[in-house]
Each structure stands twice: as C-alpha cells, then as structure tokens.
C-alpha cells in the first residue's frame, strides 16, 4: 500500500521526545559491520545532528572505526528509542557525506572539547585507537587548548564528517497500553513509499 512519508512520524515524535526531555531524545544506535572477517557487528551511541524528511544526519570522525566501507551501499541501521513514549524507529538507507562547506558550520556549534578531540585524532592518535595512558590523552589537549584558546575560533578539521543516511527503509514500533504494539515496516522505492502492518 502507497503511504505518505514515514519521515515526518520520525521528525515529531523525536520533536516530542526533545521537547519532553526524553533521555534518549538527542542519541541513536548506529551498528555497522566490521569489514575483515570474522562478520562481526558492531554498535555505538551518537547524538543526532538533524533529522529532516529525506535522512537523518549524525557526525563521525574519518579516523574511528565506524567501518563505513562503500557509500553509499555500506550496511548500516540506526536505532532510535524514546523510552517516555515507547517508540522505536530502525532506519536503513543509502549513505553520502555532507560537503565540507556545509558542515563547517554545524561543526562550529560543537561543544569546545569535541572540536578538540577532533584535533586530537588528525595530530595525536585516531578515534578508538589505544591510548598508552589517559595522561596523553590529558597532555595532548592541554597542549591543543593552548593552540586554540578561544572556543569560537577553533579551525575546522578535514577528517570530521557529517554522515547523511538518506532513508529506504524505515520501520515504526509503536507501544500500545493493551499490550499488544504497533508495528509498521515503511519501504521507499523511488519516490514512492509503502506501508506494511508486521506483527508485532
Ligand atoms: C551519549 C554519547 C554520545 C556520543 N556521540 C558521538 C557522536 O556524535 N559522534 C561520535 O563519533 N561518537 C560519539 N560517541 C562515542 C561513540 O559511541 C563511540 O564510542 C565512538 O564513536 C567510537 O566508535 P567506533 O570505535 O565504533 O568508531 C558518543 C557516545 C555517547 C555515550
């Protein structure tokens, strides 16, 4: 069945979520797949940048192990769950990244230290590479933090990157008081969406 875009339920219940200060309102679960066998999946938590009604935009760093492989066709799926509303929403897509000329002015809002951290990864060590002690990771911000004083003047870094995943795929679990939930699996072909009801 042909439905309307499934993206805008995302949009106001993640709305709702913020405005009631649900815990889970800013994060998601991105899993990807590790590229060397063995096939290993692998999950973490990261804040949502945006969503719109085509994709949902998150920031990573080029040098952390996110396994991103071929975009756009890279294996990916974003979880959201806001607990005060019992909704779930997985999300699948194709993947492309937001042109550094765009993205340099959301990476200015970051707060002070991720923009440090940043720095961190393209001149000290890349993200989730291993640390001989927390006192270089200590020591190597306090040396960037005298290299860039001034939190609103931080240059931007080439190796942060807006991951944009444009949604296919978009499937909606709705708790429901009697027990007995909601669900609905949304697939986009083209333009054109379609809706199936899945048991719960
Ligand atoms: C609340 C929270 C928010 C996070 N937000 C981000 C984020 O926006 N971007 C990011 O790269 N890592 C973020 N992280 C760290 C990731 O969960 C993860 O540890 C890191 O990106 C390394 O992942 P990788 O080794 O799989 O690449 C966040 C962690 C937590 C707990």
């Known amino acids: 069945m042909t439905a309307s875009n499934p993206m805008n339920i995302l949009q106001q219940v993640r709305e709702t979520a913020l405005s009631q200060r649900d815990p889970n309102s800013r994060y998601c679960t991105l899993a990807t797949l590790e590229q060397q066998a063995p096939l290993q999946v692998r999950t973490r938590t990261l804040v949502v940048r945006d969503v719109s009604s085509e994709a949902c935009l998150l920031f990573v760093n080029r040098s952390a192990q996110k396994n991103l492989g071929d975009l756009p066709d890279a294996s990916v799926e974003v979880l959201f769950f806001y607990p ?30 991720a923009k440090l951290l940043d720095h961190f990864y393209q001149d000290y060590q890349p993200q989730s590479a291993t640390l001989e002690s927390r006192d270089a990771l200590e020591q190597g911000i306090s040396e960037l933090k005298k290299r860039y004083p001034d939190p ?44 199936q009801a899945l048991v719960p």
């Open 84 to 113: 005060t509303l019992m909704a779930q929403f997985r999300l699948r897509g194709s993947l492309s990244l937001m042109s550094a000329s765009a993205l340099e002015p959301h990476w200015q809002h970051k707060p002070y230290e």
């Open 152 to 195: 609103d003047s931080v240059p931007f870094t080439e190796n942060a990157l807006g991951l944009l995943i444009t949604a296919d795929y978009l499937e909606v679990w709705q708790g429901m008081d009697s027990g007995i939930h909601d669900r609905r699996l949304f697939t986009r072909a083209d333009a054109v969406w379609k809706a």
